[in-house]
């Protein structure tokens, strides 16, 4: 009986773990509660002297009903709120353009937020695959309380999304108000508007495109919402925006269909189409339309230095933060890929499926084309909303923004390298493999001698080819063109991502936990600075202020200001990996 008790308390541990991690709904745990009891009553009462299989029996069956409930209980879709507790308090009715809105009070009365406001129609049915169009208006005040749906991506399983929280950012939190998955769908054109609680006029605001490389990701994550900065005086709005395949698959006939001529950069043009209805709308909120940075991280980032260089999104804002990401070298590593390339791929897209025709392709089932975001996540040089690669314009003197903030991470290889890290044995053919004919010169640099030598090389030199290089190559555009241009290196260590790709997130924007043991005195200081900076550069273009360490202008493209257990001015440690991949890309020519 001490071996049955031990045995199945652990198992029944383990099953509501499983139930919690799932995010399945309260009537599991209750189900589970009861017939766990059940099953241990029936042990003691009539199995425990019974014959060995009768046990077995016993025990499968429990498992078996467990299997049963957790399937039964499977959490739902729904839209996320925006508020916390059962009650929302309410803000004022806000007039846009398109119809009338009211939002939620949150941070304990300090900010107002409007989640889930149209700035387009829903892309479905003959919309998907077109540009993007203005929303219909409504006649009744919207109640923005709950964030619109994800835009359509490839959704895996609950249990995986909890384990990726506690594995990788370590802040994972049992709960039971968040027994469900967030909505997804092609309807996903919304934005959502923080700003301070009250009457406010004129403020400074920031637009944020989130990261996922085109493929995944939603508007409203803790780590860049918009509460932070909003607290201190600005207003932030995020935005979801086509991904993958239903933004950016590129096809002929779909391009014979466009009044532009264009195909492929559906998601770009959906961000230009917020950016549009800020301009329009803001003003309502107490926003300036006339002091617009727009701000990416990642695939956000990315989508950033593109509209930079667009002709469409020329006025629509004056300064740029760009975190982790840009597309200005000569050929881009990631999220952008050539005309030719994206036809091609889309071709072969309809192949797999046998059909011919944009009609065809709005007919297949969006469950089905979403399983293509792998495929389909570039954007491309459409002729409309990019007339050349930003590299060209930016060579010929053309864009849109009168000043930039950007920079990288210390470590921004560490998520893409957990299951694939180099050591002795495979590094040189890894280097050999990207550098080429170059790569001796490489090797020359960073030539390892232990594994561990080998595992942090090679993460160096991925982070440089993905992250890092690209913004040296925007940092000397910037400076080519004369625009004021403040470039940092955040290598701050904590307990959650550190100095990983998106760990800086959170400090930038104002959203460190506050009562977090993840976190200590230097990281909130450093949180002050950040965003700080921030504001002084939304507010100015100049991101320097009283009682903050100077940064530097960076007109020589060698000099970063380190985010990390010190502030301050530092050398870029790259220099010489980057001359190699400039010879190797024939930069400047």
């Not at 001490?2 to 745990?29: D, H, P, Q, R």
């Not at 006339?290 to 804002?317: D, K, M, R």
Request: hydrophobic letters at 40%; charged letters at 20%; glycine letters at 10%.
């Amino acid at each position: 009986m001490i071996g049955f008790g031990i045995v199945g308390s652990l198992l029944f541990l383990l099953m509501l773990a499983v139930l919690e991690l799932n995010k399945n709904t309260v009537l599991g745990f209750i189900l589970l509660i009861a017939v766990t009891v059940g099953f241990a009553v029936l042990f003691i009462k009539v199995l425990h002297g019974g014959k060995w299989y009768w046990k077995a029996l016993g025990w499968l069956g429990w498992i078996g009903a467990f299997v049963l409930i957790l399937l039964l209980t499977w959490p739902p879709m729904k839209r996320v709120p925006a508020y916390e507790g059962k009650t929302p308090t309410y803000t004022e009715v806000v007039s846009l353009e398109k119809g009338d809105v009211r939002g939620v009070v949150i941070d304990g009365g300090a900010v107002e937020l409007y989640a889930g406001i149209p700035y387009a129609k829903p892309p479905v049915g003959d919309l998907r695959w077109r540009e993007p169009q203005d929303p219909e208006p409504w006649t009744d005040v919207l109640t923005a309380d709950h964030f619109a749906p994800m835009c359509m991506q490839p959704v895996g399983l609950p249990i995986v999304d909890s384990l990726k929280q506690i594995i990788g950012f370590h802040d994972y939190r049992i709960s039971l108000n968040d027994n469900y998955r967030a909505a997804v769908s092609e309807d996903g054109l919304y934005m959502n508007v923080w700003k301070p609680a009250g009457k406010v006029e004129n403020l400074p605001v920031l637009v944020y495109i989130h990261g996922g490389t085109l493929q995944t990701g939603q508007p409203w994550y803790g780590d860049y919402a918009g509460t932070g900065l909003a607290r201190e005086g600005v207003i932030v709005v995020n935005l979801g925006y086509r991904l993958g395949v239903f933004g950016y698959l590129a096809d002929e006939t779909l391009q014979s269909e466009s009044g532009h001529g264009t195909t492929g950069n559906y998601g770009l043009l959906d961000q230009i189409k917020a950016l549009e209805w800020v301009r329009d709308n803001i003003a309502a909120f107490g926003g300036d339309p006339n002091n617009v940075t727009l701000a990416g991280e990642s695939a956000g980032a990315a989508s950033v230095s593109a509209i930079c260089t667009s002709p469409l999104a020329e006025g629509l804002f004056r300064r740029v933060l760009l975190e982790s990401s840009t597309v200005a070298s000569v050929e881009p590593p990631h999220s952008f890929r050539s005309f030719d390339d994206a036809i091609a791929s889309g071709n072969e897209l309809k192949a797999r499926y046998g059909v011919k025709t944009g009609d065809e392709l709005r007919k297949l089932d969006a469950k089905t084309l979403v399983n293509e975001a792998y495929t389909q996540h570039f954007m491309t040089v459409d002729g409309y909303a990019l007339t050349e690669t930003p590299y060209e314009s930016y060579k010929k003197g053309v864009h849109n923004e009168e000043a930039i903030l950007h920079g990288y991470n210390s470590e921004e290889s560490g998520p893409f390298l957990i299951l694939g890290n180099a050591n002795l044995k495979s590094y040189e053919s890894r280097v050999r493999g990207f550098f080429g004919e170059y790569a001796d010169e490489v090797l020359d640099l960073y030539r390892p001698t232990t594994d561990d030598e080998a595992k942090d090389y090679w993460a160096q030199i991925y982070g440089a080819i993905f992250f890092n290089y690209p913004h040296y190559c925007l940092n000397r555009l910037a400076v080519e063109n004369g625009i004021p241009v403040y470039e940092y290196y955040f290598s701050r260590h904590n307990g959650r991502l550190g100095a990983w790709h998106s760990g800086e997130l959170p400090y930038v924007y104002g959203n460190l936990a506050k009562d977090s043991r993840l976190f200590n005195a230097r990281d909130y200081a450093l949180e002050g600075e950040m965003t700080s900076y921030v504001l002084n550069f939304m507010k100015t273009g100049d991101p320097n202020g009283e009682g903050l360490p100077a940064w530097e202008n960076n007109s020589d493209s060698a000099r970063v200001l380190e985010f990390g257990d010190t502030t301050a001015m530092t050398g870029e440690k790259y220099l010489a990996l980057y001359a190699i991949m400039d010879r190797m890309t024939d930069w400047g020519k």
